[in-house]
């Protein structure tokens, strides 16, 4: 069974940092993309930060500058450096992931999700 587990949400103060991991594990023959998302109360979930095909990092507008993506492919990892954090960036953080798996005597195709995180940024 694939799954996501994302780690080191916690409550910030303003201009802080966290560091957020994602480690997939399972019946997996590759990764195509890996990828992170946010919800805030009230609001839908929102592109965070991803790879382009050619694997460069994306970022959302709000985030470019201050949050750096990054990739261990050897650990199934990846990471989401947050600096400069601010109140807005208070949400649940979720990590994406396009695999190719081995599941029910099949090969398949498909987007996997964490659980995710709570990131909370407070004075």
């Known amino acids: 069974q694939v799954q996501l587990v994302e780690s080191g949400g916690e409550l910030v103060q303003p201009g802080g940092s966290l560091r957020l991991s994602c480690v997939v594990s399972g019946s997996i023959v590759h990764i195509y993309n890996m990828g992170w998302y946010r919800q805030a109360p009230g609001k839908r979930r929102e592109l965070v930060a991803t790879?382009?095909?050619?694997?460069?990092?994306d970022y959302t507008d709000s985030v470019e500058g201050r949050f750096t993506i990054s990739r261990d492919n050897a650990k199934n990892t990846v990471y989401l450096q947050m600096d400069s954090l601010t109140v807005e960036d208070t949400a649940i953080y979720y990590c994406n992931a396009d695999l190719r798996v081995w599941e029910s005597g099949s090969y398949h195709r498909d987007d996997y999700w964490g659980q995710g995180t709570q990131v909370t940024v407070s004075s």
């Open positions: 790879f382009t095909s050619g694997g460069t990092p």
